[in-house]
């Protein structure tokens, strides 16, 4: 056997030697055939026949075979631009292990042999492969070599590998996927053939062309389906297709090939204007994944699509991405869907966390099996497109509730997530470091082409500078500071493609704009925070700015990642409690503004107030440090308690009516923002003492404890009664974070007047089924003001 024989390079002083002579030290100006034995080659330059293989760069493996299940299948691996499969003589299940670790997964349940998830094609590039357990990657075990095998297809071997996922393995992502021969089959796009497709601003109807080696090519109708139509919708972020009129455009086809002028007919008779076949599932999230020929069979001997023409496809846009005219009615199936699925704590549209609605409570899915294809659902029935990124491991921040779903296995074809089968999230020990999260295609509505960043020291800050017509012209411009605020910067830097919003900056003196640019265009602008671009966002219409342009123009600073505070409802519905305190021990908390308004005329020192007390315990769930928007130079001291206020509104406190009048309300200032707890194994970084830094750190929490001062809400003037408890952390939006939405917290309560219960205590959007709800809401309804 081959693999008896010491590597190639063991012994004399080099490293390992791949199977090609260029590799062996041997320049040549010929080529091999393709059936040249590597083994009488070596022979033949006097080498040692290799038993462990080169690894210039990291070896791609993929497990492919029926179903939809991501860690087992067909074990294949690239090599030369193809895929192989490796012959099941000799494997077990330590080779299977190596195997799954290099595939991202935590070990390997067991291996298959002959064949199990059905032969492959192309070679056997692997054989007697031997592995010892603990390597990094399969090209460092022992095997025969490259293609060296006196196997069978009907001995391709198969693994099952554990749903788990190593720490580290982040995504699955489409990437510019290798198509046929390993050759780059990169973006697809629709040409418009109507003129009335291209009069629209969003093209959903048209020829479909794919960039293929750089160059745009166009794909012949021959053999042309609804499912490849579905991948091409898909991956244009669409989420489904439509029939389309195909005598029409024959018609019109016909007439150019008629034409002896027509530059058009010149190019169809060249091989290198088409993509000949394409054959598609319809549950690819990328063309580069169907069976696809670039060119007949015998090449340049036989011309390309014969008889054909160009393919068309119709797409239909999600309901976001509609026309106002759309038809009527066509909403509301969408919607009736949407209901039961949502997407958290992403910094563009159509991407997040995936959290679902089951028994009236939003939770989690976790990240064990999840997928590109289950992801893809998610993102269709979302009205986006097919997914191009499906993220584990929280990588677009936890959740505090349940987790419902776990081990998704979705077809493709499903309608909704929960048509597909999954098992309970509470099943397999699911934390929620392992909610899974999505990246969807979206359609191109060239928004990021009318705005830009001006003067900062680096891409992602800078003076806000937008395109609008002016008169019937495009022109650039300033736009107006008056009013900017955090939500307007939000979208700023969504519409940049550059994340969250770091910092909304109205005094931009020391950012140079581009030359010309200067003039303020945009002014009064006020955003809900679930816009595209500024220009879907409320403003003037004749420009006024009460400061001008220049100095006082608006500017960003963006970041891709933020803080997400969430506060447990559990803990503060477990340990509300009411306390008569007396005045005299409430001084300092009387001097902060802690207590109702009626404590100004009451005789101090004498009486007391009625207080209900609790602990709350504020998470950042987030992917970055939660820091006060000022420096330590700008945090106020306060000498009754002796402490600095690095936020002088933290959290607001307040008792509602039932139809959410306010009777009763409290603040608490950041004196003390810290990381009183962390997770085990993770640091504590801020901490109030000796002027420490302040901050919460991401995975940790800040602790108030029920017996501190202005930790209550003093109810001391409300009556009896059935009331709802509301706590809004960061409630003026003074520092960025991934989800607003989830800073409220309510209780329903109830007061007799002697005692106090809290129950169904929950994040403001834990029950929530209407997930269209914009910031802008959420904050009339914290302000009182429904």
């Not at 900056?505 to 500024?534: F, N, R």
Request: hydrophobic content about 35%; aromatic content about 8%.
């Amino acid at each position: 056997m081959l693999s008896q024989k010491p590597a190639c390079g063991e012994g004399n002083g080099r490293g390992p030697c791949a199977l090609t002579p260029a590799a062996l030290g041997v320049t040549t100006m010929w080529s091999l055939p393709a059936a040249f034995p590597p083994l009488l080659l070596l022979l033949l330059l006097g080498q040692t026949p290799p038993s462990r293989l080169q690894s210039l760069s990291a070896m791609k493996l993929r497990l492919v075979g029926p179903g939809s299940r991501p860690e087992e299948g067909r074990l294949e691996v690239l090599h030369q631009g193809q895929w192989g499969t490796v012959c099941d003589d000799d494997f077990a299940l330590q080779e299977a292990t190596v195997a799954c670790r290099q595939l991202g997964f935590e070990a390997a349940l067991t291996w298959a042999h002959s064949a199990k998830y059905g032969p492959g094609e192309g070679p056997i590039w692997l054989d007697n492969v031997h592995c010892v357990g603990t390597e990094s990657s399969l090209d460092q075990c022992r095997s025969n070599g490259w293609g060296v095998s006196d196997c069978s297809h009907s001995e391709d071997v198969g693994v099952v590998c554990h749903p788990q996922r190593q720490r580290g393995y982040l995504s699955e992502r489409v990437s510019n996927a290798l198509g046929p021969q390993g050759r780059r089959l990169e973006e697809v796009r629709l040409k418009p053939i109507l003129a009335s497709a291209k009069r629209q601003s969003l093209v959903t109807e048209g020829a479909v062309e794919v960039k293929y080696e750089g160059h745009w090519r166009q794909v012949c109708d021959q053999g042309w389906t609804r499912n490849n139509s579905r991948v091409v919708c898909g991956m244009l972020g669409f989420p489904s297709e439509a029939p389309v009129v195909s005598h029409y455009y024959r018609k019109v086809w016909n007439l150019k090939m008629k034409d002896p002028k027509s530059r058009l007919k010149s190019l169809t008779k060249k091989n290198s204007f088409w993509i000949h076949r394409v054959n598609c599932l319809g549950i690819e999230p990328h063309m580069a994944n169907c069976q696809v020929q670039v060119a007949p069979a015998q090449g340049k001997l036989r011309p390309a699509c014969p008889g054909g023409m160009h393919a068309v496809v119709n797409c239909v846009a999600g309901p976001r991405f509609r026309p106002l005219k759309a038809k009527p009615g066509s909403k509301e199936s969408w919607a009736e869907q949407e209901t039961k699925v949502r997407l958290r704590s992403g910094a563009q549209v159509g991407e997040g966390r995936v959290e679902v609605l089951m028994n009236r409570q939003w939770g989690t899915v976790c990240d064990h099996g999840w997928n590109l294809i289950s992801a893809s659902v998610v993102c269709r029935q979302l009205g986006f497109g097919s997914a191009r990124e499906a993220l584990f491991g929280a990588q677009l921040g936890q959740a505090l509730g349940p987790i419902h779903l776990s081990e998704v296995r979705c077809g493709g074809y499903e309608r909704t997530l929960n048509d597909c089968p999954s098992l309970e999230g509470s099943q397999n020990g699911c934390q929620h470091d392992n909610d899974a999260a999505v990246r969807c295609n979206i359609p191109n509505l060239g928004f990021q082409d009318q705005v830009r960043l001006a003067g900062g020291r680096s891409p992602e800050e800078g003076v806000v500078e937008v395109q609008v017509d002016v008169n019937g012209v495009q022109r650039w411009g300033a736009v107006c500071s008056d009013h900017w605020g955090l939500s307007e910067a939000m979208v700023a830097c969504r519409q940049l493609g550059l994340g969250f919003a770091n910092h909304a900056i109205k005094d931009t003196w020391y950012w140079q704009g581009t030359p010309g640019a200067g003039e303020v265009v945009m002014s009064g602008v006020h955003c809900s925070g679930t816009e595209l671009a500024l220009q879907q966002c409320q403003r003037h219409g004749p420009v006024h700015c009460s400061h001008g342009a220049g100095r006082f123009s608006a500017g960003v600073s963006c970041t891709d990642s933020a803080a997400d505070l969430v506060l447990n409802a559990q803990l503060v519905q477990e340990t509300a409690y009411l306390e008569d305190r007396p005045l005299s021990q409430l001084y300092c908390a009387h001097e902060e503004n802690c207590l109702s308004r009626s404590a100004d005329r009451m005789d101090w020192p004498y009486g007391h107030r009625r207080l209900l007390r609790f602990s709350s315990q504020i998470h950042n769930l987030g992917r970055a440090d939660f820091r006060p928007k000022t420096g330590r130079h700008s945090w106020i001291w306060h000498q009754c308690h002796r402490h600095y206020h690095s936020i002088e509104v933290f959290t607001h406190y307040d008792l509602l009516t039932l139809n959410g009048s306010k009777v009763a309300e409290g603040h608490k200032a950041s004196f003390c923002l810290e990381d009183t707890n962390c997770p085990t194994g993770m640091q504590r970084r801020y901490a109030c003492a000796n002027f420490g830094e302040q901050g919460v750190t991401v995975g940790c929490w800040d602790t108030y404890r029920h017996d501190i001062d202005c930790q209550w809400v003093d109810i001391t003037d409300v009556g009896p009664g059935e009331y709802i408890f509301q706590v809004v952390v960061n409630p003026k939006l003074e520092v960025a974070e991934s989800d607003f939405l989830n800073n409220v917290m309510r209780c329903r309560c109830k007061y007799d007047g002697q005692r106090v219960w809290l129950h169904d205590c929950h994040t403001g959007d834990a029950h929530q089924a209407n997930t269209e709800r914009s910031p802008e809401q959420e904050q009339r309804l914290r302000n009182n003001l429904i």
